[in-house]
């Protein structure tokens, strides 16, 4: 009551005062947003309500109010909208396990966005990709390294997934205190990672423990960095479809998370409700399931069949009203119906797009997104000592290498072939050759180059053709994901071929893709193997850069690199057991977090302590690392937490801590990192809530989850 009393002495007041320089009160700024946004509620029609709910919302003229397409994309930079700068893809920036620089990628990306929107809306561009709602980031767990779209989130690790998406929506949103630079959104929500081919039909059906303890908690986090979207996925969970499901949109998002922004469905997921998983069997009645469970945004066009669910009683106004409210809240916390002169994000000028500044930072995060897999002793590469170097290889000058999907292109981009020769001594001769196709095995060619180099550096790999969302991947006959996870047969042969020829010369193996691809024949033939992701617009540059010495890597695997398909579970289970770090228990490739340095680390005299920090309980490990080498170097210290006796479906160890940090040579430093205790925390079935369960727990310190260095224990409470 003491609310509704508050809105109405707010209607009046601005009633008494509305400026008469807006043809609107809604319109007028120094009114209260709810105000505003109920008196706009009020002058709209139920039609006009309709078509505010599609993400190709139209003008409605006589109250000048704008067209505004809702659907935009920036997983690695502005896509879809010509020039941006290109960063490297959303796994490769998880590689880092650097959260402060994955926050200024997104403020970069969130500059670029709000310049082109303004100057595309100057012009009267309003089109799909110009806007400023943008969905983004994805954070379902990768949980199958043969998933297509793996490639777009950060992992298989719900901590590391959390902190990255968090920084990333932070970094998109902006600190105003009155406007959003840009809305983000936290998608596929929820447990959906897979098959494509099956998207639009799945029902998933994780058992409650993994569902809890796997699935949900990075949108939980995200929810708490007050994200301002999430969209529902395609399948159904639990067999409710994503998008029509109560229990997930109110029950956890709304009503256990206080989650506050607006929820959008997946493209054409409203469909699937009545045609796919047939549900219901008309459209109207998707329509309104979709909106009684709380999709407030229909990417689509079942939301147009409303009016006509009014006219027959299936659902009230009212109820659309409340669906529509929280999207007109996200329009007026944008700025779009305020002038520009009140909105500090409406002055940011054009030529940040792909400016020095923004490529100089898609370079150092391509750089400290490289893994280095393997090193004898090769890298870094003497430029004196060498007198020829021969590239080869599929993906040596191959632009989708760079970009992977949901992509811009920027006017700048460096191949890894391109990268090299442009690093090169002038003294040194580079050749190159495709050398093998991506994956057909009748035409190798160019081993006679090799005879004139001192160095071959062989670039393998896949890309968007053989990996990505369904209806991407040209050359993917499996909707998007791989039913292998080997790499391609005939670049295995070639590479076999190569070291014949070779044979005592140094190979060097660069690896471009987004998912883990089993190689152990390759790897035990080179002897350098670097991972380099979708690196975006500076990874020739950046990987020259670390080939050269120019810089120390220190990325590491957000993911697990199995050693064979015949590893995995059937890829449309969703049991978390035997899969990741956290539950796969046999002898892998190369484990999760992995990932070498031109330096050598020594860690030392670690302790736990807790520290004050408000209400909650905060703790923080405490240890020295010293640099055993010559050049200074970057370590990521992690921190996995491990319970002997936490009951069924217990992680073998997880997750609760990292940093990464640079150490001089021959220094020693002393490093503090925080604990996150809810991610230590198991849920309680019974009583349906995270409970950190008594007892000691073991924190094994790293340098990845196969690389325990040191071990301390502490008991709580």
């Known amino acids: ?105 997104a403020e970069a990306i969130s500059d670029e966005a709000r310049a082109k929107h303004h100057a595309a809306v100057r012009k009267g561009h309003r089109a799909q990709n110009m806007g400023l709602s943008f969905w983004s980031p994805n954070i379902n767990i990768f949980r199958d390294p043969r998933w297509g779209r793996g490639q777009e989130t950060y992992g298989e690790d719900p901590y590391l997934t959390a902190m990255m998406g968090k920084a990333f929506v932070r970094g998109l949103q902006g600190n105003d205190p009155d406007y959003l630079k840009v809305a983000a959104c936290a998608k596929h929500y929820v447990v959906h990672s897979g098959p494509e081919a099956t998207r639009h039909y799945f029902n998933a059906t994780p058992d409650e423990i993994d569902f809890r303890e796997t699935y949900l908690p990075a ?306 033939m080179a002897d350098a193997m670097l991972f380099v992701w979708y690196p975006g617009e500076e990874g020739g540059n950046a990987l020259a850069d670390v080939i050269f010495g120019n810089v120390n890597p220190a990325g590491r695997l957000p993911i697990t690199f199995y050693r064979s398909t015949d590893d995995l579970p059937p890829f449309d289970d969703y049991s978390m057991a035997n899969r990741t770090y956290r539950f796969f228990e046999d002898e892998v490739l190369y484990p999760f977090g992995h990932g070498l340095s031109y330096s050598t680390f020594e860690y030392l005299n670690v302790s736990i302590q807790q520290q004050a920090s408000g209400e909650k309980m905060q703790w923080e490990l405490k240890l020295e690392l010293r640099n055993n080498s010559k050049i200074t170097g970057e370590e990521v210290i992690q921190i996995y937490a491990r319970h002997p006796v936490s009951g069924a479906r217990s992680p073998i160890k997880t997750l609760v801590g990292f940093k990464r940090i640079s150490i001089p040579s021959g220094e020693t430093i002393t490093v503090k990192v925080p604990i996150d205790i809810n991610f230590m925390k198991r849920w309680n079935i019974e009583n349906q809530e995270y409970l950190l369960i008594p007892g000691k727990y073991d924190f094994l310190v790293g340098a990845s989850s196969g690389d325990i260095r040191l071990e301390v224990s502490k008991s709580f409470p």
């Not at 509704?4 to 809604?26: A, G, K, M, R």
């Not at 709810?34 to 309709?50: F, G, P, T, Y």
């Not at 993917?476 to 391609?488: A, H, T, Y």
């Open 219 to 524: 949108f939980r986090e995200l929810v708490e960095a007050n994200v301002e979207a999430v969209m529902c996925a395609y399948n159904r969970t639990f067999d409710e479809p994503c998008c029509g499901s109560p229990f997930l949109l109110q029950d956890i998002l709304r009503d256990e998370y206080g989650f506050n922004g607006h929820v959008v469905s997946d493209c054409w997921a409203l469909d699937d409700i009545w045609a796919r998983h047939e549900v219901v069997e008309t459209r109207i009645e998707a329509a309104v399931m979709a909106a009684k469970a709380g999709v407030n945004l229909n990417c689509g066009y079942i939301y147009k069949y409303l009016p006509e669910a009014v006219d027959l009683k299936m659902i009230t106004e009212k109820e659309v009203d409340d669906i529509l409210r929280p999207l007109l809240q996200t329009r007026f916390k944008l700025g779009l119906f305020d002038p520009d002169s009140l909105n500090p994000y409406t002055s940011i000028p054009p030529y940040v797009v792909n400016c020095s500044k923004h490529r100089e930072l898609a370079r150092e995060a391509a750089i400290k997104s490289i893994v280095l897999l393997k090193n004898n002793g090769v890298l870094p590469l003497n430029q004196d000592s060498i007198n020829g170097i021969f590239v080869t290889g599929p993906m040596a000058a191959d632009l989708s290498a760079l970009v992977g999907n949901y992509n811009g292109y920027s006017g700048e981009m460096v191949t890894i072939l391109e990268g090299i020769v442009g690093h090169a001594n002038p003294a040194i001769a580079v050749d190159y050759t495709r050398g093998v196709l991506l994956n057909n095995d009748s035409i190798f060619y160019g081993f006679w180059h090799s005879g004139f180099a001192d160095v071959v550096i062989a670039v393998v790999g896949i890309n968007r053709l053989l990996e990505g969302e369904e209806g991407d991947a040209m050359l993917n006959l499996e909707g998007g994901d791989r039913s292998s996870i080997e790499l391609p047969a005939n670049q295995v042969e070639y590479i076999r071929k190569l070291k014949e020829r070779i044979g005592d010369k140094k190979l060097i193996v660069v690896v471009t893709g987004g998912s883990a691809i089993a190689m152990p024949e390759v790897a035990a």
């Open 1 to 105: 009551m003491r609310n509704i009393l508050v809105l109405i002495f707010s209607v009046i007041s601005f009633s008494v005062c509305f400026s008469q320089n807006y043809t609107y009160p809604y319109l007028d700024p120094s009114i209260p947003m709810n105000v505003r946004v109920e008196d706009l509620l009020s002058k709209l029609s139920i039609d006009e309500k309709a078509s505010l709910m599609l993400y190709n919302s139209p003008a409605i003229d006589r109250l000048g109010i704008p067209e505004y397409n809702w659907w935009s994309e920036c997983l690695h930079g502005v896509g879809r909208a010509g020039k941006a700068t290109v960063f490297p893809q959303a796994i490769g920036l998880a590689a880092t396990f650097d959260d402060k620089l994955i926050y200024e990628v």
